[in-house]
T-cell receptor, first 108, second 121 residues
Framework: SQQGEEDPQALSIQEGENATMNCSYK?????LQWYRQNSGRGLVHLILIRSNEREKHSGRLRVTLDTSKKSSSLLITASRAADTASYFCAYNNNDMRFGAGTRLTVKP | DTGVSQDPRHKITKRGQNVTFRCDPISEHNRLYWYRQTLGQGPEFLTY????????KSRLLSDRFSAERPKGSFSTLEIQRTEQGDSAMYLCASSSTTLPRQGLAQVQELFFGEGSRLTVL
């Protein structure tokens, strides 16, 4: 079973809007990673944030990490229809555990 | 193409049959993971290997499931006496991982294969 929780479970927005997804976890971590999955495909790594980092950017992606609250957020700015996918956080505590994911739909 | 390959991509079998999935990770990666994913859910951890050593197995992994990574390279996941509840996508991932003398292992980016979809009739 997953040990992380994503919020919301599903998100539907218009193209051009920003999408924010949240992730909570329960253990101490070395790093937290975000992945994307298109329907029926394998997962693709998006970004990794270490436990001593608070914020990280990669293109239109912005990730924050609050280890005191055991939570992270992923912000996708200026969304595109091609961003439609499921997004998962995964946290590193010796192994790698995934949350249940947020299903993002970006309407053109 | 991430460099991780899984075979077969699709498997349809009858209940009670055995099935085996193979994963070929990126060659220089020392860590290999197996996950199971059902529709609308996140990947559920099954087991992982550090080189050839199987370091952890999920409680989800009943005695019908066995995984090996005999030479620290490719891995196999076998399911014996399949049940309809075993129908799922089985995902393999590999990564490079540093093991400090103390503290948690630092797992880098996971590279996933495209998965092996199992349907048990």
């Amino acid at each position: 079973s997953q040990q992380g929780e994503e919020d919301p479970q599903a998100l539907s927005i218009q193209e051009g809007e920003n999408a924010t997804m949240n992730c909570s976890y329960k253990t101490s971590i070395n790093n937290l990673q975000w992945y994307r999955q298109n329907s029926g495909r394998g997962l693709v790594h998006l970004i990794l944030i270490r436990s001593n980092e608070r914020e990280k950017h990669s293109g239109r992606l912005r990730v924050t990490l609050d280890t005191s609250k055991k939570s992270s957020s992923l912000l996708i700015t200026a969304s595109r229809a091609a961003d439609t996918a499921s997004y998962f956080c995964a946290y590193n505590n010796n192994d790698m555990r995934f949350g249940a994911g947020t299903r993002l739909t970006v309407k053109p | 193409d991430t460099g991780v390959s899984q075979d077969p991509r699709h498997k349809i079998t009858k209940r009670g049959q055995n099935v085996t999935f193979r994963c070929d990770p990126i060659s220089e990666h020392n860590r290999l993971y197996w996950y199971r994913q059902t529709l609308g859910q996140g990947p559920e951890f099954l087991t992982y290997f550090q080189n050839e050593a199987q370091l952890e197995k999920s409680r989800l992994l009943s005695d019908r499931f066995s995984a090996e990574r005999p030479k620290g390279s490719f891995s196999t996941l076998e399911i014996q006496r399949t049940e309809q509840g075993d129908s799922a996508m089985y995902l393999c991932a590999s990564s490079s991982t540093t093991l400090p003398r103390q503290g948690l292992a630092q797992v880098q980016e996971l590279f996933f294969g495209e998965g092996s979809r199992l349907t048990v009739l």
